[in-house]
């Protein structure tokens, strides 16, 4: 079975580092583009942006250029989201979620996803 | 701007068929990239429903259809139920963003 398994929930100050994981299983995970993607409290679906772990190409949405740095380690099969300065606006939860294609193309629907992870930036 | 419009609410009662209208532009739907459709229920993960436009993955049960035309996609809901009440989200590829864009998601309610 395909699966995304995500860390729990955190909740930090505004100013603090943040790094949150998405372990994957059931595929090899070298060949499937895996994307994060933001939800704030009452709202809709943002493409943060994703990584090719095969050769750990990355592209980020403008939107998150330079707010966030995506990564993955492939001997652990698990790719990262992570902060160097949080902002209460960053409080949101955070899916991933696979590209449901295999390969370099980074065009496609996204199955499975992640449970999510709640991060809450809080004073 | 890159943007896929959707209503942002619907409601039908049990039984009934409703549609989920979302309109893009020529950077994306009418740029030919296919939609895709995703079911969130209260609390929990966005789940895929619909792929490449028209395609149920295993276990969419056939009262979810989909279609797409020029630069306007739409996902039929028939037969509804109790528990189809949730935010449906439309997605397709942009190529001015270079990535996949949501939809603003839209909220079914079932009287």
């Known amino acids: 079975e395909v699966q995304l398994v995500q860390s729990g929930a955190e909740m930090k100050k505004p100013g603090e580092s943040l790094k949150i994981s998405c372990k994957a299983s059931g595929y090899s995970f070298t060949l499937y583009w895996i994307g994060w993607v933001r939800q704030m409290p009452g709202k809709g679906l943002e493409w943060m942006g994703f990584?090719?772990?095969?050769?750990?190409?990355?592209r980020y949405s403008p939107s998150f250029q330079g707010q966030v740095t995506i990564s993955a380690d492939k001997s652990i099969t698990t790719a990262y989201l992570q902060w160097s300065s949080l902002k209460a606006s960053d409080t949101a939860i955070y899916y991933c979620a696979r590209l449901a294609a295999p390969g370099t193309s980074h065009v496609g629907w996204f199955d499975p996803w992640g449970q999510g992870t709640l991060v809450t930036v809080s004073s | 701007q890159s943007v896929l419009t959707q209503p942002p609410s619907v409601s039908g009662a049990p039984g009934q068929r409703v549609t989920i209208s979302c309109t893009g532009s020529s950077s994306n739907l009418g740029a030919g990239y296919d939609v895709h459709w995703y079911q969130q229920l209260p609390g929990i993960a966005p789940k895929l429903l619909i792929y490449?436009?028209?395609n149920r993955p295993s276990g969419v049960p056939d009262r979810f259809s989909a279609s797409k035309s020029g630069t306007s996609a739409s996902l039929a809901i028939t037969g509804l139920q109790a528990e189809d009440e949730a935010d449906y989200y439309c997605?397709?590829?942009?190529?001015?963003?270079?990535?996949?864009?949501f939809g603003g998601g839209t909220k079914l309610t079932v009287l």
């Open positions: 997605q397709s590829y942009d190529r001015s963003l270079s990535g996949p864009l």
């Open positions: 490449g436009n028209i």
């Open positions: 990584i090719y772990p095969g050769d750990s190409e990355i």
